[in-house]
């Protein structure tokens, strides 16, 4: 299996276990931001994330190219 395909994999076993995950988001200005939440959806083809945050209780678009780092959090 290829980065790629190992990539959406996880994200694919993410939404379907419904984990809460912390993702650190590089934002247009290079600033930094951290976000926990729940993948909604994942569309391949356009490179986005329907993320719901659970902090601001807040549905976000993120693409792909966007996030530095994302984890399942620690609790």
Do not use: C
């Amino acid at each position: 299996m290829n980065v790629v395909g190992y990539i959406e994999k996880q994200i694919n076993e993410w939404i379907v276990s419904g984990v809460l995950l912390s993702l650190k988001i590089l934002k247009q200005r290079g600033e930094s931001m951290s976000m926990h939440g729940r993948i909604l959806s994942y569309e391949p083809s356009l490179g986005t994330i329907l993320l719901y945050e659970d902090d601001r209780k807040k549905v976000e678009n993120i693409t792909i190219y966007e996030i530095e780092n994302m984890e399942p959090a620690l609790r």
